[in-house]
């Protein structure tokens, strides 16, 4: 079955630290990638996506990811994280082949000390 | 563009209760889905409807779970006998199609306590 992991379940970064999350899928067709990012209390929104072309795509609040077909992979990253990025970031996957299901990792909760 | 609404925000009620939550999605939207969030399991897709029509009702935990959409800008879950370990945070989402192009939107969520 097609899976998303997470590895990193707990992050705690100082303000300004770099940050790299790290997301790799299962299903080797066609894919469109997602992170989303839920702060605490709220629902979730999208941070970017990436359907096709230039691999490295640019979302909201200075966050980027980068696919990597070839390790099946899609890391979130941030150069300098500030104490608002706290919150619970999710990979997710859909594939060509499936007819809407999206497909979320476990997630990875990112405290940002000030 | 309203969003993705729920409701209620916040439901408690004790365990053998029927709860019925509620979602409109955005209009236009052409597919709803249903998502449970606890602390153990994550974000886990119960079901979602493309056209009103249920596609995939895998991941509805058991028969005391049902959705319905009876129109385009309305959806239930439903869950009848509720249970302690019902207790999550479910989530409604919409997307414009089946995510290939459109990402999925997703609604504040309704915190569900079985008591």
């Known amino acids: 079955a097609q899976s998303v992991s997470q590895h990193n379940h707990h992050v705690i970064l100082s303000e300004a630290a770099s940050l790299e999350l790290g997301c790799n899928y299962s299903?080797?067709?066609?894919?469109?990638l997602f992170w989303y990012v839920q702060y605490p209390g709220q629902h979730l929104q999208l941070l970017l996506k990436y359907f096709s072309g230039d691999p490295l795509v640019k979302g909201i609040k200075g966050f980027e990811a980068e696919f990597i077909k070839s390790k099946f992979s899609f890391n979130l990253r941030k150069p300098s994280v500030q104490w608002s990025d706290t919150a619970e970031y999710f990979c997710?996957?859909?594939?060509?082949?499936?007819?809407?299901?999206?497909?979320f990792g476990q997630g990875t909760t990112l405290q940002v000390k000030p | 563009d309203a969003g993705v609404i729920q409701s209620p925000r916040h439901e408690v009620t004790e365990m053998g209760q029927e709860v019925t939550l509620r979602c409109k999605p955005i209009?236009?939207?052409?597919?709803l889905f249903w998502y449970r969030q606890t602390m153990m399991r994550g974000l886990e897709l119960l079901i979602y409807f493309n056209n009103n029509v249920p596609i995939d009702d895998s991941g509805m935990p058991e028969d005391r779970f049902s959705a319905k959409m009876p129109n385009a800008s309305f959806s239930t879950l439903k869950i009848q006998p509720s249970e302690p370990r019902d207790s999550a945070v479910y989530f409604c989402?919409?997307?414009?199609?089946?995510?290939?192009?459109?990402?999925?939107?997703f609604g504040d969520g309704t915190r569900l306590s079985i008591l």
């Open positions: 299903y080797g067709g066609t894919v469109n």
């Open positions: 989402a919409s997307s414009a199609d089946r995510g290939l192009d459109q990402p999925q939107h």
């Open positions: 997710a996957v859909i594939h060509s082949g499936n007819t809407g299901k999206l497909i």
């Open positions: 209009s236009g939207h052409d597919y």
